[in-house]
């Protein structure tokens, strides 16, 4: 569904990620674990089209999106829920779903997603017309996942998921992304290794902008590399 | 007497507000100063006087046309002058809309001259309305009525429509609007072209009782950014009420001080809200 092929990309003249190559198939769970800084974040923007590669290919459903604008990548069933939720903070909650499903021309096909998103996430409905900067960390990380999926996305990309949520909150929301992942193929980047590797299919550990090793979540799980690294075993 | 200059000075509010709604979308939502700005509305002018004088159209009838041709303006001004310099810094966008400001007002004053231009007999003029003790100037009244009109109307297009929403959205986060599949490029020249049209609009509803002349463009530019500022930067309420303000203190400063003070108390309570409220009086 999604090759990455020897990757090379970055910011200006700094490069942040080195002849990077992977995968991800129709229907996966696939994790993206690395320390701060090691460049997850910037292969995420690569992929969803804010970050222009220096080379290397970006093929989706077996086409080339690596020279398309961002607003094109999206049309064609990318959806990347960034870093920090970014959520719209003066725009209702209603609004920001409405802004995920701008490349949607139909206003009933909408509606029906929006209540979808309602259905998945209660609490959003209770606070639909509240401005999205008044709802807590975890609320907000909720309207940020709903706003990806409301462009129906084939695939979701979604970066730290976790970030500054209490455990609890983190549970619920990798349960409710375990539930969507039912329906859309995900590519989860994370911190939270453990967590991460629990819920994937498969996995691929970066450091400093470049691929270490890769297997299934169970396999990664067992391995000396990430047991040393990033649990501290 | 007093109140016959309030009301003079409301409706005179109301245009000056206009004006700054459009000063307030490229400002607010883009971030970008468009120093052209006075300039846009000067060449709105002289569209409609070029209208009125070429085929005899009454410049409240040939809005459309004028809102129009500063559309394109506002359009081309974004894909030729501020698009190239969007992603450098500071600066930069500002003096190249500077540059932008000096050739159009050249380029006025080659064409039209210096001297004033007047558009006369039109359908409101030198009629007024009695209302109880009151003498209402129904070429004021247009102007006012008409401006409010349209800053209800950009009000409206911003908050209920999709690309309004979506303008927003961009003004508070350009690479997530990407995200989202918003076409930012677009959205940003929609703005400048719909900042553009409201000074086009403005300048219709102005030259019935406004000598045109190309040094005039100044003063009102920098009338609009005092309202902008007072009004809180990208918020269109707040603009419509702070030109409401420095309409009726112009007026009233006139009354009370003479013509020749009346911009420098304007400016006097600009300074003094910009030291208590540095976000301006209806700003968040
Ligand atoms: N806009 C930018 N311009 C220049 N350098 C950047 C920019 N954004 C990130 N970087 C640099 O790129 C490197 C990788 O950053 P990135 O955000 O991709 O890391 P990350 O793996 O997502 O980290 P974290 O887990 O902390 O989110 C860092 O060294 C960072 O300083
Ligand atoms: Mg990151």
Redesign the pocket.
């Known amino acids: 569904m999604l090759k990455v092929k020897n990757l090379n990309t970055g910011y200006g003249n700094v490069q942040v990620i080195y002849d990077f190559s992977c995968e991800v198939n129709p229907g996966e769970v696939v994790s993206m674990v690395g320390s701060n800084g090691s460049g997850?974040?910037t292969l995420l923007k690569t992929i969803s089209g804010i970050v222009r590669p220096f080379s290397g290919e970006i093929e989706f459903m077996g086409e080339r999106i690596d020279r398309l604008p961002a607003h094109k990548i999206v049309a064609r069933g990318i959806a990347h829920v960034p870093?920090g939720r970014q959520v719209f903070g003066k725009l209702s909650v209603a609004e920001n779903l409405m802004m995920g499903a701008f490349i949607v021309k139909d206003e009933v096909e909408k509606k029906k997603r929006l209540d979808e998103m309602f259905e998945l996430f209660p609490i959003l409905a209770e606070r639909s017309k509240q401005a999205a900067e008044t709802l807590s960390g975890g609320e907000q990380q909720m309207l940020a996942i709903a706003r990806g999926l409301m462009s129906s996305p084939k695939l979701l990309l979604v970066?730290?998921l976790s970030l500054g949520l209490a455990p609890v909150l983190v549970e619920r929301v990798l349960e409710a992304l375990k539930l969507i992942s039912k329906q859309v193929t995900i590519l989860l980047?994370e911190q939270k290794v453990q967590e991460a590797l629990e819920i994937a299919d498969r996995g691929y550990v970066i450091q400093n902008g470049r691929l270490v090793i890769t297997g299934t979540g169970a396999e990664l799980l067992e391995s000396e590399i990430v047991k040393q690294a990033y649990m501290g075993m | 007497m007093l109140s016959q200059v309030i009301i003079n000075g409301i409706m005179t509010g109301f245009v000056y507000a206009l004006v700054a709604v459009g000063l307030t979308l490229t400002w607010g939502v883009m971030d970008i100063i468009n120093f052209a700005h006075g300039e846009f509305l000067l060449w709105g002018m002289y569209a409609a006087f070029g209208l009125w004088s070429l085929f005899s159209l009454d410049p409240i009838l040939s809005l459309p046309v004028s809102a129009a041709l500063i559309f394109i303006l506002g359009v081309f001004t974004y894909f030729v002058v501020v698009k190239r310099v969007l992603k450098a810094s500071g600066l930069t966008a500002l003096l190249a809309t500077f540059g932008l400001s000096m050739v159009l007002k050249n380029l006025a004053q080659m064409i039209f001259t210096a001297n004033y231009k007047n558009v006369t007999n039109t359908i409101f003029a030198s009629k007024t309305i009695k209302l109880g003790n009151f003498f209402i100037r129904q070429d004021y009244l247009a102007a006012a009525v008409g401006s409010l009109t349209l800053t209800l109307l950009v009000l409206t297009f911003i908050n209920k429509t999709k690309t309004g929403v979506a303008i927003k959205a961009t003004s508070m986060n350009r690479s997530t609007a990407q995200l989202m599949g918003i076409n930012t490029d677009r959205i940003f020249a929609i703005t400048f072209g719909l900042s553009g049209a409201c000074v086009g609009a403005a300048a219709a509803l102005m030259v019935p009782f406004t000598p045109i002349t190309p040094g005039s463009c100044t003063l009102y530019s920098v009338l609009a950014f005092v309202i902008v500022a007072l009004g809180g930067f990208g918020n269109i309420t707040g603009a419509l009420y702070a030109g409401l303000l420095v309409g009726v203190v112009e007026a009233m400063g006139g009354y009370f001080l003479g013509t020749s003070f009346k911009y420098a108390i304007i400016f006097l309570m600009y300074l003094i809200v910009m030291q208590i409220r540095p976000k301006g009086l209806f700003g968040w």
Do not use: P
């Open positions: 997850k974040s870093e970066d730290e980047v």
